[in-house]
């Protein structure tokens, strides 16, 4: 079946650093989404695309839909403690149903 | 709004029990879907339903069954539980309006099978 790949798998940073991650899918997909998962907590949306080429910000999160509509990347800047946790990339298949890569890691060193 | 709320949040079963999963959301979505989410794995799609009355396999639908007699409640029933269905279990709705994509999560359910 379909599959997305992110990479990297984990990442280890200092605090205040920027963030780099990229999810790839061997098919088109018409939207491309974000998410973050807190430890011990379910996925929460950060930021859904729409339109190839579209470069959408949140806060210091910015996302992009690539051209080949193939990709999707995720920065974030300035890294603080909060932003620990594992970062999904999903989409859409289908209608009705959205699959996800198997996840971002990211740790933050004291 | 208590917005997606999941019962239990732990439970231990032995293998060949059966048991629900209980899944409720206030926000009258029309979308609901079942993940399992096992270690490197991610979330893995198992049931979802876009309308009462309306169920659909997903990726991993063995093992599993679901009903949805209620726009709000989406229980998901373990036949005979087995290991490997030991996992983290999420509950997630959306609007159908806005995609499919656009999801809002419970706080999961911790199954270990014994």
């Known amino acids: 079946g379909q599959q997305l790949n992110q990479s990297p798998q984990s990442m280890f940073i200092q605090e205040g650093e920027d963030v780099s991650m990229n999810c790839t899918s061997s098919s088109i997909f018409n939207t491309w989404l974000w998410y973050k998962q807190d430890p011990g907590e379910g996925p929460v949306l950060l930021i859904a695309?729409?339109?190839?080429?579209e470069l959408t910000s949140n806060g210091r999160l910015t996302a992009q839909f690539g051209i080949t509509r193939k990709d999707s990347f995720l920065n974030i800047s300035a890294s603080i403690p909060s932003d620990v946790g594992i970062y999904f990339c999903?989409?859409?298949?289908?209608?009705?149903?959205?699959?996800f890569g198997k996840g971002t890691r990211l740790h933050i060193l004291p | 709004n208590a917005g997606v709320t999941q019962t239990p949040k732990f439970q231990v079963l032995k293998t060949g029990q059966s048991m629900t999963l209980q899944c409720a959301q206030d926000m009258n979505h029309e979308y609901m879907s079942w993940y399992r989410q096992d270690p490197g794995m991610g979330l893995r799609l198992i049931h979802y339903?876009?309308?009462?009355?309306?169920?659909d396999q997903g990726e991993v639908p063995n093992g599993y069954n679901v009903s949805r007699s209620t726009t709000e409640d989406f229980p998901l029933r373990l036949l005979s539980a087995a290991p490997s269905q030991t996992s983290v279990y999420f509950c997630?709705?959306?609007?159908?309006?806005?995609?499919?994509?656009?999801?809002?999560f419970g706080p999961g359910t911790r199954l270990t099978v014994t």
């Open positions: 999903a989409g859409p298949p289908g209608d009705d149903k959205i699959i």
């Open positions: 695309l729409y339109k190839a080429g």
């Open positions: 997630a709705s959306s609007y159908l309006a806005a995609g499919v994509g656009e999801q809002y």
């Open positions: 339903s876009v309308g009462a009355g309306i169920t």
